[in-house]
């Protein structure tokens, strides 16, 4: 499933159509429970961060940003193993940072998932901290 979730996220970089983008977000929600927390951490993340970042990397359809948010959200808050060394600022200097501008994206429906997806956030950060 690791190279499928590779592949998945490699092509989705070149994909235009935003249906195409959440159909291919859909299979990798349903792979990520499947993949270890190592997996999750450096496949994953990385790239549901780079569509939600400010810039070059966040993409322009509000519907594949609310799903990457709320995927952020469920695939952090599943994850129970993590590299002390690698993974341990995850949140302070990589995950936050791309999600300081959510708050004021123009579209509702990316507001709205952010919100919805902050407890989830936040207990995932908090289990960062206790480890």
Do not use: N, W
């Not at 499947?34 to 322009?60: I, M, N, Y």
Request: contains cysteine; aromatic residues 6%; hydrophobic residues 50%.
């Amino acid at each position: 499933l690791i190279v499928v979730a590779s592949l998945l996220c490699s092509c989705l970089r070149h994909v235009r159509l935003p249906q195409s983008k959440l159909l291919a977000l859909e299979l990798l929600r349903r792979f990520a429970p499947h993949l270890d927390d190592e997996a999750k951490l450096q496949r994953l993340v990385p790239f549901l961060v780079t569509l939600l970042e400010p810039g070059s990397g966040q993409d322009p359809c509000a519907r594949v940003r609310a799903l990457a948010i709320k995927m952020l959200g469920e695939i952090l808050g599943g994850v129970k193993h993590f590299s002390l060394s690698a993974d341990a600022e995850l949140f302070p200097k990589y995950v936050f940072p791309a999600l300081r501008g959510l708050p004021f994206d123009p579209e509702e429906l990316v507001r709205l998932s952010f919100a919805q997806s902050l407890a989830p956030l936040a207990e995932a950060a908090r289990s960062f901290l206790d480890i």
